[in-house]
């Protein structure tokens, strides 16, 4: 049985690789253009199906923690898994239906998901604080999987704006821009996968124990 939990976590982080490795081949292979199935960026295509699903999974499991919780006592509060539930909720309707996108304001509502996943901590530190104290390697995978969903969905998301865009020929020099883009693309969506799984980790640790 411990083989077995251990092993679904590089399983799955295996399939991400897999996944923006196929988009980033495609993409190079086709002009900029990846296969419609494995485009990170469309909508219920594979990887947005499968993030969907993460963040789904992510938001179910402290609504019923939440819901079924029996001991007021032990960490988190109910209102933090409230809270937590309802964002990751949301973020997995957008994800599905790419609402950010649609509605025209990607980039604000992307500060609104930062601004978001900053206040809860802040809001709620004395129960991250005495949940570190109850599970410290669980609070420890989600801290990793925050830090890489941060570096993968803003930081090379800042990196294109800021960086590769207005020095491309400094740069890369001759290098065609979606050849370019598609690597960091690749990149910022194995970021944000991986994170989103080691939160995921993380929250059914608590959720077990």
């Known amino acids: 049985m411990p083989v077995k939990k251990f092993l679904w976590l590089p399983l799955v982080i295996s399939i991400e690789i897999i996944m923006v490795v196929l988009y980033a081949v495609t993409a190079l292979s086709n002009g900029g253009r990846p296969f419609p199935l494995l485009d990170v960026n469309g909508t219920r295509t594979l990887p947005s199906l499968w993030q969907a699903t993460q963040i789904f999974l992510t938001g179910a499991l402290p609504l019923w923690t939440c819901i079924t919780y029996r001991n007021p006592k032990l960490p988190p509060s109910r209102t933090l898994l409230a809270c937590v539930a309802v964002f990751f909720l949301y973020a997995a309707a957008d ?9 025209g304001h990607h980039k604000t ?16 530190y004395r129960d991250f604080i005495r949940l570190y104290q109850f599970h410290p390697k669980a609070v420890r995978w989600i801290g990793l ?3 890489s969903f941060v570096f993968g969905g803003f930081g090379l998301e800042l990196f294109r704006s800021h960086v590769q865009e207005p020095h491309w020929y400094q740069l890369f020099g001759r290098w065609k821009f979606y050849q370019v883009d598609a690597i960091r693309t690749a990149l910022e969506e194995l970021g944000e996968m991986v994170g989103e799984t080691l939160i995921l980790k993380g929250m059914i640790d608590i959720a077990m124990r």
């Not at 509502?109 to 709620?124: D, N």
Request: aromatic residues 14%.
């Open 109 to 124: 509502i992307q500060v609104v998901y930062l601004s978001l996943g900053l206040a809860i901590p802040v809001l709620f």
């Open 145 to 147: 999987g925050i830090l």
């Open 95 to 103: 994800e599905l239906f790419k609402l950010s996108f649609l509605s």
